[in-house]
Structures are given as structure tokens and as C-alpha cells.
């Protein structure tokens, strides 16, 4: 069986990625299709020994620093580009940039793994505000019109669609009309074993708006408690701005390996998760998967990981206050390392690779069938 992955772009490290990783994993022959890569990025880096076949828009200058995002409405010829005759499967990681837009041969059966419908479509928070600006905002408002057609379009151009949680899932439902099946992303890190834990908050993300890092130093900074930050700028003067308003007990690790991320997951005394409306969220489990509990926003899909009293505590309203109450909360409450580990395997690089193993067997025999 011949199988392809198509990815938006290879630049950042993050959830999306660890998914295309494992399906490298699961399918070791298979080439990587995407619209872009960065050379020596994080993600490029980690897919380096892969067959990576990147698309014409590589070679405008600038395009992988800089213009993808204002060209975006470059997508549909991006990926109409691709010729995939002679695959039997093509499994499709999607969010961003479109990628459900690929075309594939009749017989080729088609898999899209939805992370999110595009989020800047659909009214949802983005990491960077460019609309700020009034000219970006009647620019978006052409492309994003233009973009929005195509995106649905794309989306029901694959034979099956798979949601990376039932938030998402229901954003399938409402945006493209169709049904779709729930696996969710593969945690999967290296176990690490400390004597005991340490007295910091936690906080990995990429370093960009939207993900409420300023409510976590905020908070930190008043209670005058260690916070260590992982995570590496993106775009923008978000790390400058977060720096600046940092107080003397928060630290900035930038990039770190699995092993020292899994060590700082375990020594922590709880885990923070902060964005508004998230699509999923691995961290947080890979952060119970360390025996760590976990303090999060009530909402998105961190309603799905977490469980109250169990393997964390919730907070509701993105403030200070409100976080520091939770914060104070968690003191007083007994988290067990045992809970937040079994919670954590319900979300297993096995039980995925099982699940998309399952769904590919299934799709084919029912494709040959029909």
C-alpha cells in the first residue's frame, strides 16, 4: 500500500507536527507533501530524514519568511499542483493552510486530519492581530471571503474527515456540513521519574498572541512564584513584550529537547493552560501523562482533557484574579500523580496510530467495494 502525507508547511514545532509525526512513524515510506519549509527550523529539522517534497511557492523569495500569509490566497494553486497517481492512501494534515484542498486520483482514497477549520475564517482568536491596521483588515476581508468559499470546497473533496476533538468536531459540523470521526492526537514523550517535585508553574507554548502568556506572568509576578516559559518566538515583538513585563521569578527556556521537556513536566507543581477557545490542546496531557496536575481555562478543548478535582482545577474568566484564585485553589486540594497518568493514556501515541490504523484498513476495503 502506497501512502502520502501532505502537511500545510513545515516551520513550527507544535501539535500539528507531533500528529505528522506519527504518521511518518506509522508510514515510514511515506513522502511528505507541504507548501513550504523552513531550512533549520525546529519542524524541518525534525522531518529531515523524511522524503519532503515541497511546492513551487518554495521558491518565491521571501515567501517562506515572510509572504505566505499576506499570498495566502495562493493555496488553491499551491495544492492543485501536487500529482499524487499512483498512491493508494493520501492522508492529509489540515488547518491553516488549507491542505484538504489537495486533489487525488479517483481510486486514491483521501484522508483529512482537521486540527481546525482555518481559525482566522471563522471569527476565532489568532496568534497575531494583524487586522489592527486598516488596510489589512479590507485586504483580509477580500481574501478571507475568496478563502472561505474554497475552504469549504476543500472540505468535501476527502472520502472521510477526522476531527482532533469533539470542539472541532462540531466546527466540522457547523462550517462544512459533514459528518466526521473523533481520534485525538497521539502524547507521546519520554518518562521521566523524580524524587520529588519542584516549587514552578509551568507554561509550554509557542511564543505568539492569543495564548494567554501574559495572564500566566501577570499572575506569577503578584504572587511572586517561579514560572518557567517554554517555547520560542514565532513572529512578531510578542517574546519582547513578555520579557518586559516580566517579573524577577519568571524564566524564558526558549526551545528544549523531549527529554528536558519531560523533566520539566514532572518537576513541576502545575501545569498552566490559558488560551481562549483551544482546538485541542496536547499539552495538558502531556503534562498528566508526567504526573503533573493541570490548571486551565474552562473551555475549547481543554474541557475534554482535564477533569476537575481529578487531574486539575479550571478557571473561568481570562483574568488575574481569576486565575490566581485557581492557582490558590490547587494549593489546598490533593492531586494524585496516579489520576492524572491514567488520564493522560486515554490520549497514547498507541491508541492513535490503533485508530488511524483501523480507520485506513476499513476505508480501503470499503473503497475497493464499492
Not at 462550517?175 to 508553574?201: M, N, T, W
Request: charged share 25%; glycine share 6%.
Amino acid at each position: 500500500m502506497k501512502v502520502a502525507l501532505a502537511h500545510d508547511y513545515l516551520r513550527d514545532f507544535g501539535g500539528a507536527e507531533r500528529v505528522l509525526l506519527a504518521l511518518s512513524e506509522l508510514y515510514p515510506e511515506a513522502p511528505i507533501y507541504t507548501a513550504f519549509y523552513k531550512k533549520e527550523s525546529i519542524a524541518h529539522d525534525r522531518f529531515k530524514d523524511k522524503k519532503i517534497i515541497a511546492s513551487w511557492a518554495q521558491r518565491i523569495p521571501f515567501f517562506v519568511n515572510k509572504l505566505h500569509s499576506p499570498l495566502r490566497f495562493l493555496a488553491p494553486k499551491i495544492w492543485s499542483s501536487f500529482d499524487f497517481s499512483g498512491f493508494d492512501v493520501v492522508i492529509s494534515s489540515a488547518s491553516w493552510y488549507i491542505t484538504k484542498g489537495i486533489n487525488v486520483p479517483k481510486n486514491t482514497l483521501h484522508i483529512s486530519y482537521i486540527h481546525t477549520p482555518p481559525r482566522y475564517l471563522y471569527g476565532y482568536p489568532v496568534s497575531v492581530d494583524w487586522q489592527k491596521y486598516w488596510i489589512v483588515r479590507q485586504y483580509a476581508k477580500v481574501v478571507n471571503h475568496y478563502l472561505r468559499m474554497y475552504d469549504f470546497e476543500s472540505a468535501q473533496k476527502p472520502d472521510v474527515l477526522i476531527a482532533n476533538s469533539k470542539n472541532v468536531q462540531k466546527r466540522i459540523t457547523k462550517f462544512y456540513r459533514r459528518k466526521s470521526q473523533i481520534i485525538y492526537p497521539p502524547v507521546d514523550l519520554p518518562k521521566v521519574e523524580l524524587a520529588r517535585k519542584g516549587d514552578y508553574y509551568l507554561v509550554i507554548s509557542r511564543i505568539v498572541g492569543g495564548k494567554g502568556l501574559s495572564l500566566a506572568i501577570k499572575a506569577a509576578n503578584r504572587m511572586k512564584v517561579p514560572l518557567k516559559v517554554v517555547g520560542t518566538s514565532v513572529w512578531g515583538k510578542e517574546e519582547e513584550k513578555l520579557k518586559s513585563m516580566a517579573g524577577s521569578t519568571v524564566k524564558f527556556m526558549g526551545y528544549v529537547e523531549d527529554r528536558e521537556l519531560s523533566r520539566l513536566y514532572a518537576g513541576a507543581k502545575a501545569f498552566l493552560v490559558l488560551a481562549e477557545n483551544e482546538d485541542f490542546g496536547i499539552t495538558p496531557v502531556e503534562a498528566m501523562g508526567a504526573g503533573t496536575p493541570v490548571i486551565a481555562y474552562k473551555g475549547g478543548g481543554y474541557l475534554e482533557t482535564v477533569k476537575e478535582g481529578k487531574t486539575g482545577v479550571f478557571f473561568n474568566k481570562l483574568s488575574v484574579d481569576s486565575l490566581v484564585d485557581a492557582m490558590e485553589k490547587l494549593d489546598e486540594m490533593e492531586i494524585f500523580e496516579k489520576n492524572c497518568r491514567e488520564q493522560a493514556e486515554k490520549f497514547s501515541k498507541e491508541r492513535f496510530m490503533g485508530r488511524i490504523t483501523e480507520l485506513v484498513d476499513r476505508e480501503i476495503k470499503g473503497k475497493k467495494n464499492a
